[in-house]
Every structure is written in C-alpha cells, then in structure tokens.
C-alpha cells in the first residue's frame, strides 16, 4: 500500500475543519491548501492511503473520508514517535520546520520514507538537526547551499475565493494579521497614507486580528480613510475582496510565502504587492504591481489608471497557473523525479 504522511503545525491540534465529517464539506469550506493537496493525491491514484498527523495531549477520535476506495484520514497522537506503530509511509511530507518534526527524523529515520521539508521565515532550514531527503521552497530566492533543493506550489481554494462580479466600493482591501506586525508592513502602509494626499483620497479597507493596533497606529499618523473590519471567515473575506478593485500585500522578508496573495489572486481581485515580499517574481508574471516604499502612492495610482487590464489578467491567471489542478501537477512532476 502507497501510504503518504503529512505532519502538520503543532501551533493548534483542533482547527474549525476539524468539525466536517464528510468529505463533501470538507472540501468546500476547508481552506487550507496542505490539507486539500492529499486528497487530489488520493484521487489521482498517486497514493492508496493519506494520514495527516497532529499532536494532542488529549488525542480526540480520529476522522476518516473515503476518496474512490482510498482513505483520508486525520489522526492525534500525544507524541509523533507513536507513528512508528503504523506501516512505514511511502512519503512523508513536513510542514512548518518544528522542533519535534527533527527530533522524528532523527530518531527514525527508517522509517518516514522519502522525508520532505516544508518551511519559510526563521526556520526555512532546520534549526534541530533533522534530516530529511528533499527541502521544498515557495521562493527560489531561499535556495540554499548544501540543500536538496525543489520548488513548491500552492494556490486557495477556488470554492471558497472566487469572482462575484460586485461592483467595488473600495479601492484597496488589506488582509493583515495585526499579531505580526513586524512582518506584515501596518506601520509602513500607514504612515504612507498619512504622508500622501492620494493615498488619503482612497477607501480602504483593512481586515484581520487585532484591529485596536491598526486604528491606533492610525490616530498616530492622522489617517480617517481606513475601515477596519477585524477578523473575518473567508468567505467574507472573498465577498470584501469582490467588492475592492485591488488586494494589497505589505509583507517583508521576515514573512514567509502569505497565504493572503492567492487568496487574492483566486477572487479575481488584482494584487498590489510590496517589493519586499517573497515569491515576488512568480507573482509579477500573474500582472501583480510592485510597490517600492519610495514610491508608493505613484505605484497604486497608476495601478488604479490600469484597473481594467489587470482585472482581465488575474481572471485568466486564476483559470490557468493558479487552478488546483495546474499547481497540484506542477508539484508532482517534481515529485516523480526524486
């Protein structure tokens, strides 16, 4: 049996698709692409069997979907070397570089199978000594010496981001995580806004966590054009980005790959992205335009002179480079090989 192993963030052992029982749900309002991929991998007959593994001191019943004969299953156990009482995986795949993934490869590595690894930011290698066959990366740039290194490819959800055809009542929608404000650019954007008048002109509308910080940072710049929303579910978040012209990323080298441009791309919203951001050059070739701080309330007025062409980009792009299937393939193509 052809068996593949993902091993997810110990960061919550219970998240919201955790309540899904059926397969048919979970696909549709799951957003989350490293949970989606096992299940195309399954229906593809590139494996017979998927166990996503997660930590829990208090290992809740286990969740089990049927794809074509083949089973999915998501699995807790209270320490990962529990997994060696199971058949050895074909594959194993780590995703997020935590400390016990090392600790797992290091003390069996006989039996994981081919051992991929998954990370950005801080731990883009392993900082435990682990050892695994093949390192993934979103961005070329983080190739690194000494390294089996491969690309990775992800997208959203295309049932749960896509066009709506609303007519925008904002120029720009912003998603941020205010709880990573160092990585994000809250403070950059901001004090951009306040320091130009056409960036003052614009309706803008900010949507994540914490947003007392960003209405803060806000008094202290003298800015009154944003709307903060706050956290929103996604399906929101794609009704918000329907109604924007564009989708702002602000993000820096300390972020990883974020997850929000796809998000962005997939509803069919043009993307404003700053030159900072990782996987910068796969995104300027899907018409993303790059903002410099130096010159960013040129950069989004003209991006705002050349709306209608990029709205045309992004729907095709959406279609074609970002659908499931073409980055699901391109992944796998590279898969074979090793």
Known sequence: MRTFWLFRSNLKHLEYYHQYGDLETFEEKCHDFYMLFPIWLLRKNYFDNVVIWRLSKNPPKEINFNVNGN????????????VINHPKP???????????????????????????????????????GGKYDLFLQEDMGDFSKGYNCIPFYKTASARI???????PR??????????QIRYKGHQDFIKAVGQSE????????????????????CKKYGVDNIEFRG??????LNSILNQ??????????????????????MAGTPLLVR??????????????????????????????????????????????ILSFEKICEKNMELWRKI
């Not at 002109?201 to 914490?210: A, F, M, R």
Request: with cysteine; glycine share 6%.
């Open 244 to 265: 924007s012209r564009f989708g702002l990323c602000m993000s820096n080298r300390q972020d990883g790959c974020p997850r929000v441009v796809t998000e962005i791309l």
């Open 71 to 82: 089973m999915y299953s998501q699995r807790w156990v209270r320490n990962f070397s529990e």
């Open 275 to 320: 030159d900072q951001t990782r996987l910068l050059p796969y995104y300027k070739k899907l018409g993303a335009i790059t903002l410099t701080d130096q010159k960013l309330a040129t950069r989004i007025e003209k991006a705002n002179d050349m709306w209608s062409k990029l709205k045309e980009e992004v729907l095709l792009a959406r279609k074609d």
């Open 161 to 167: 981001f896509y066009p709506k055809n609303q007519v």
């Open 198 to 217: 056409y960036l003052s002109s614009l309706s803008i509308v900010s949507c994540g966590n914490n947003p007392k910080v960003g209405k803060e940072l």
């Open 90 to 128: 074909e594959m194993s795949f780590f995703r997020g570089g935590f400390q016990e993934y090392d600790e797992l490869t290091r003390s069996i590595p006989n039996h994981l199978g081919k051992k991929l690894y998954l990370a950005t930011g801080r731990r883009i290698t392993p900082q435990w």
């Open 170 to 179: 904002y120029e720009i929608c912003w998603p941020a995580n205010f709880k």
């Open 231 to 236: 956290e929103v579910k996604r399906d929101e």
